[in-house]
């Protein structure tokens, strides 16, 4: 028998510019909508939320809009359990410094990686494995004193007051 995977993907376009996109859960209990929010098409606000209400919403929009942030690759995990997005900076400081965020379904909670690992994220292209484990790449710094290295983390056991 062959299985099918079904991902549900909206888009709302205005003036012919791509402004938002909505993430489905597999089990379609919860969606992610990446609104972009700046007037480049870059800054973005998220925006998670069940059937009956908003369980979170982030701006990742600064005031100058050179400073904001921008959602580059969002998915949902096989599980339904984490929505995981990586972030780039607009500009100014340490644009070479990416963020994977990761929102915990069991947890309520949007977590950084930035916080579980020693070096920082300068790529913000990730894989999901499994039902719950991403892999992403970090590097030391000063940049280039060392190649960029591939980690791979089980999101179940970030914890949320201990990072």
């Given amino acids: 028998m062959i299985g099918w995977k079904v991902v549900v993907l909206s888009f709302t376009l205005c003036a012919g510019l791509l402004v938002s996109q909505t993430y489905t859960s597999p089990d379609r ?3 992610a909508d990446v609104v ?6 870059c800054e973005s606000k998220v925006a998670i ?10 701006s990742y929009v600064s005031a100058d809009h050179d ?20 972030v ?17 379904r069991a947890k309520g909670k949007l977590l950084s990686l930035d ?8 790529d913000i292209q990730f894989r ?10 970090t590097t030391s710094i000063p940049l280039g004193d060392a190649p960029p290295r591939k980690i791979r983390v089980d999101m179940t056991t970030l914890n949320v007051q201990n990072p």
């Fill in 67 to 86: 400073h904001g942030h921008c959602i580059e690759v969002a998915k949902w995990s096989q599980d339904s359990q984490f929505f995981v997005y990586s």
């Fill in 36 to 41: 972009i929010a700046g007037p480049t098409d």
């Fill in 49 to 58: 939320h069940d059937h009956q209400r908003t369980l979170l919403e982030v």
């Fill in 115 to 122: 916080h579980y690992v020693p070096d920082p994220i300068t």
């Fill in 88 to 104: 780039e900076n607009a500009g100014g400081h340490q644009g070479w410094h990416d963020y994977i965020m990761i929102y915990s």
């Fill in 128 to 137: 999901l494995f499994g039902s719950h484990s991403i892999e992403f790449e």
């Fill in 29 to 31: 209990a919860i969606s």
